[in-house]
């Protein structure tokens, strides 16, 4: 089932996704807004210390975690379904997606599959596609403490595992509804953007 004004935007870490919302949701304030996963609820924030390596957990509770999160995401108060009732066209930062390709790195493909198989699919599904050694070069540029999974052995592996997940998504693509674009993600940042208003303009 495809949700109706719900935009993804997916990618390795220091793939552009959130300097692209930034400039979209800019675009048109009135139309567009943004979210994103981890979230910026009570589940999210416990993700978040998660992911500076403040504790760690197996990664098949990482698994379910992000599953939790998403279900607040998209269901909870406030959450995507609630904004597009109200009218919004709601862009987020990552979706289960990223779950299929991230804690698949380490605990398979069943688990992810099965903990997200009930949410809905996305409208637009853009995979922002880049050479993991640009991206971490980007990642490291930016000032800040490093997450668990900002290393190059694991984007290479979450790059192949994120192909895998969008090829197959294009295959049962047309019984879906969901489109997926793959962007460009090494063009620069207003190339990008033309990008992506170029596909959202046939909408
Ligand atoms: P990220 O978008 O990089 O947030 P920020 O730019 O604010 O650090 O997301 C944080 C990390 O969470 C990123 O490395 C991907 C990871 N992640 C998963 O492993 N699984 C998931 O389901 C989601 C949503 C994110």
Redesign the pocket.
């Known amino acids: 089932m495809v949700l109706k004004n719900f935009i993804v935007f997916e990618g ?2 220091g793939s552009g ?2 300097t692209q919302i930034k400039k979209l949701v800019e675009s048109n304030p009135n139309v567009f807004i943004a979210t ?3 979230t910026t609820k009570e589940t999210g924030k416990f ?2 210390r998660m ?1 500076c390596g403040e504790f760690s957990v197996d990664e098949k509770t ?2 379910y975690l ?2 939790a ?2 279900c607040e995401h998209i269901f909870g108060k406030d959450g995507v379904e609630d904004l597009i009732k109200n009218g919004k066209t709601v862009v987020s ?4 997606f ?2 299929l ?3 698949s790195v380490s605990c398979g493909k069943d688990l ?1 599959r099965l903990l997200n198989s009930p949410f809905p699919l996305p409208e637009y599904l853009f995979y922002f596609k880049i050479d993991p050694e640009i991206s971490l070069k980007r990642v490291d540029s930016r000032n800040g403490q490093k ?4 290393k190059l052995d694991i984007q290479k592996k979450i790059t192949k595992l994120y192909d895998e997940v969008i090829e197959e998504y294009q295959e049962k693509t047309n019984e879906s509804g969901m489109k997926i674009i793959i962007i460009d993600a090494t063009k620069s940042i207003d190339e990008v953007f033309n990008d992506i208003l170029r596909e959202l303009k046939q909408k």
């Open positions: 390795i870490d996704t959130s994103a996963e981890p993700l978040r992911l990482a698994s992000f599953a999160d998403r930062d990552r979706y289960f990223s779950s390709a991230y804690q992810p997450e668990i999974y900002e």
